[in-house]
Nanobody
């Protein structure tokens, strides 16, 4: 499985961005997907996850009500819609695949990772 994340950029506080993660491989539709982020000098942290069916989602408390994770299995793509962005959301955002099981909030629980896309929120 290969993952390609995109959609990052520079945005002012209060703005929005939508991240995309395109996956290759036939396991996408049967796999849970997650988004993590890593700010400079900090550990990678869980942001959001979606089950293989799309019927269940999970978010870290700091993004609840602002971020929405979704998936389009026809396009082998998972999205992260980010609204009301704050400077503390600045980080490199990574998408990841978990072959079995949901939910999962630890990075070691995921099997494949994308290369990351940088999100910078200015105040």
């Amino acid at each position: 499985v290969q993952l390609q994340a995109s959609g990052g950029g520079l945005v002012q506080a209060g703005g929005s961005l939508r991240l995309s993660c395109a996956a290759s491989g036939r396991t996408f539709s049967s796999s849970a997907m997650g988004w993590f982020r890593q700010a400079p000098g900090k550990e990678r942290e869980f942001v959001a996850a979606i089950s293989w069916s799309g019927g269940s989602t999970n978010y870290v408390d700091s993004v609840k009500g602002r971020f929405t994770i979704s998936r389009d299995d026809a396009k082998n793509t998972v999205y992260l819609q980010m609204n009301s962005l704050k400077p503390e959301d600045t980080a490199v955002y990574y998408c990841a695949v978990r072959r079995y099981g949901f939910p999962a909030t630890k990075s070691y629980e995921y099997d494949y990772w994308g290369q990351g896309t940088l999100v910078t929120v200015s105040s």
